[in-house]
């Protein structure tokens, strides 16, 4: 009976706990490798992470609308936009292509072994986390559609004044 109430305990922190980040290396786009630890510090403030590929059209059209809004958000919030790319090696050279081409603002690395992808179990692109200035996972989002940057933004202002989100 202890073994089991112990198992329930647990397995209720697990549930209700907030996700941190896990420690995994990704690529800057000049190929040094990074801990993801390290990137999304950002000095108590939000930190968006976009999960992407260059295949990806709604990724895409999620990162523009990111980009639109960039230098606004940052100097209203002080959020830190970081967009990460599952494709593979044997395409990380388009990876390079479409950031030149799109000017993203932010922060870009690639996860070609696909191990952040696994770690966060992201199934499909794009996905969206927020965390907040702890390094804490406190929202996601699957899929874009257009206006759906608004209601991150709306959860990042939440987090900037330690309302939770729903």
Not at 88 to 107: G, I, L, M, Q
Not at 131 to 149: A, C, K
């Amino acid at each position: 009976m202890k073994t089991l109430l112990t198992i329930i305990a647990l397995s209720f922190a697990l549930l209700v706990g907030n996700d941190k980040m896990p420690s995994v290396l990704v690529k800057k786009l000049d190929g040094t490798k990074v801990n993801t630890i390290d990137i999304i510090k950002n000095d108590g403030k939000p930190v968006v992470i976009s999960f992407w590929a260059t295949w990806c059209k709604p990724c895409k059209k999620e990162l523009d609308a990111m980009a639109e809004n960039f230098d606004e958000w940052k100097k209203e919030t002080g959020v830190k936009i970081i967009a990460v790319s599952i494709d593979d090696s044997r395409s990380s050279a388009k990876v390079v292509t479409d950031v030149k081409a799109k000017n993203w603002p932010f922060e870009i690395y690639l996860d070609e072994n696909q191990d952040l992808k696994r770690s966060l179990n992201i199934i499909n692109v794009p996905h969206t986390f927020l965390l907040d200035g702890q390094g804490n996972i406190v929202w996601s989002h699957n899929s874009y559609v257009e206006g759906d940057e608004d209601i991150l933004y709306e959860n990042i202002k939440k987090i900037i004044k330690g309302e939770k989100i729903n």
